[in-house]
């Protein structure tokens, strides 16, 4: 039952501001799932200790409730992934089919906590339970795709107004531009153009179809994190470069 603990490390992560209705049902559901796991666990080793009926009841409430609470949170969650997503406010299309399947797979865990509730003797919850695991490994999978998914939309998003900032400035400079100045202007268009290349290229290598259980492995995280450092600092520095230009040219009175 104990959630992927990456899963919320992650989320701290790549986690700007979002809408609160999102982040506070999150909260709430992942705080409860944290109450009622070690009470399940507490419960589960003094039935072992003493298998009497009563102990056997508490352990399949406890879990029921330990259950509701962990797919609720994964639910949440979701929701709180494609809401950062969503407020990037771009339409980057080498991550809708993750959207999609995210956007699924929290109909997945909304379903199973429903399900869960259905749970009456410890048959039904080793079923359950059963059952449960042979699904959940891809809809776990697809929160992990989510949140790299939303950190490329994070940096499409600054791509496309740093972009914007860009032309806005070439507007405001004079006709007449001496030499530096338009290769200045050239070399930030060129480079932009490349770090746009190295985000699609990143995407592209995300092998969202092709090879879905790559997730599973600690080096999905920590290769594809190191790249989108080295993409933001990219980013940094064509900022800063665009910061100079604008102070040195396109300040009033000059």
């Known amino acids: 039952m104990k959630l992927s603990i990456v899963i919320f490390i992650f989320a701290i992560f790549f986690a700007p501001s979002i809408l609160a209705s999102a982040k506070s049902d999150y909260d709430f559901q992942y705080g409860q799932y944290r109450q009622y796991y070690p009470e399940y666990r507490l419960l589960k080793a003094d039935y072992l200790n003493t298998s009497s009926l009563d102990n056997q009841q508490k352990v399949i409430l406890s879990a029921k409730q330990t259950i509701l609470s962990r797919d609720l949170a994964k639910a949440s969650f ?99 531009l001496p030499a530096t100045v338009t290769a200045r202007i050239r070399e ?48 940094r520095d064509w900022i800063d470069r665009l910061i100079d230009l604008e102070k040195n040219y396109a300040q009033p009175n000059r």
């Open 78 to 176: 979701s929701w709180y992934i494609l809401d950062l997503i969503g407020n990037t406010k771009t339409d980057y299309s080498p991550i809708q089919p993750i959207i999609s399947s995210l956007a699924a797979s929290r109909q997945f865990y909304l379903a199973e906590a429903e399900k869960s509730q259905t749970v009456i003797t410890q048959e039904d919850l080793k079923k359950f339970t059963l059952t449960y695991t042979k699904s959940v490994a891809h809809h776990d999978r697809m929160i992990k795709f989510g949140i790299i998914a939303n950190k490329l939309a994070t940096l499409v998003r600054t791509q496309l107004d740093s972009n914007i900032a860009l032309e806005n400035l070439v507007s405001k400079l004079p006709g007449s």
């Open 188 to 235: 930030l268009r060129e480079s932009a153009k490349v770090v746009d290349v190295k985000i699609d290229l990143l995407a592209k290598n995300l092998e969202f179809l092709e090879a879905e259980e790559s997730a599973d492995a600690e080096i999905f995280f920590s290769s594809r994190v190191e790249k989108m450092a080295e993409i933001q600092t990219l980013q």
